[in-house]
T-cell receptor, first 116, second 112 residues
Framework: NAGVTQTPKFRVLKTGQSMTLLCAQDMNHEYMYWYRQDPGMGLRLIHYSVGEGTTAKGEVPDGYNVSRLKKQNFLLGLESAAPSQTSVYFCASSYRSGPGSNQPQHFGDGTRLSIL | DAKTTQPNSMESNEEEPVHLPCNHS???????IHWYRQLPSQGPEYVIHGLTSNVNNRMASLAIAEDRKSSTLILHRATLRDAAVYYC?????????????FGTGTRLKVLA
């Protein structure tokens, strides 16, 4: 039972480089999310998706793009990496929450990204 | 978005109960109270959630005040593996938002 898998686990980039973080889930979840976590802080939502082909902005979307071409995958892209984007990135997924229900989010173990 | 307030850190002895408090005085009538925990070098893990009534599951219990302005996560017998950061989060129904607002949480230290 893989759950939510993030690749890569670690990466070091130079300022201005681009990269894509991959999140894959095998639970047939409709919703997927990307968060970032900075030292001593809680998680902040970057972008999220409520279904294949749809994405929406979260709290801190600037400098990131996302795509959800397949239901099981959610990609986070950095077009031109900046030192301020050094962080730990977490992906999560959940079932659709119907009225009166609150489906929990399932998180991956994170991608540690350093930008020099 | 309604906010939560938690102590920065707490300590507990192993095999003793732990009560982790959370204040949410601006909670609305439709906000659910969620608890997650984050072990070192891992992503957050769902613990429990509730709306008005106290809730129990295999991991913990959630006690919600009658006025819903505070809640307490109860770990009945703390183990060393329970050492983590515990987040209390309010979540509105999906019609308005899909996001969690994570605060800084409570870092629980369990002493052997």
């Amino acid at each position: 039972n893989a759950g939510v898998t993030q690749t890569p686990k670690f990466r070091v980039l130079k300022t201005g480089q681009s990269m894509t973080l991959l999140c894959a889930q095998d639970m047939n979840h409709e919703y997927m999310y990307w968060y970032r976590q900075d030292p001593g802080m809680g998680l902040r939502l970057i972008h999220y998706s409520v279904g294949e082909g749809t994405t929406a902005k979260g709290e801190v979307p600037d400098g990131y793009n996302v795509s959800r071409l397949k239901k099981q995958n959610f990609l986070l892209g950095l077009e031109s990496a900046a030192p301020s984007q050094t962080s730990v990135y977490f992906c999560a997924s959940s079932y659709r929450s119907g009225p009166g229900s609150n489906q929990p989010q399932h998180f991956g173990d994170g991608t540690r990204l350093s930008i020099l | 978005d309604a906010k939560t307030t938690q102590p920065n850190s707490m300590e507990s002895n192993e095999e003793e109960p732990v009560h982790l408090p959370c204040n949410h005085s601006t909670i609305s009538g439709t906000d659910y109270i969620h608890w997650y925990r984050q072990l070192p070098s891992q992503g957050p893990e769902y613990v429990i959630h509730g709306l008005t009534s106290n809730v129990n599951n295999r991991m913990a219990s959630l006690a919600i005040a009658e006025d819903r302005k505070s809640s307490t996560l109860i770990l009945h017998r703390a183990t060393l593996r329970d050492a983590a950061v515990y987040y209390c989060i309010l979540r509105a129904p999906p019609s308005g938002t899909y996001k969690y607002i994570f605060g800084t949480g409570t870092r629980l230290k369990v002493l052997a």
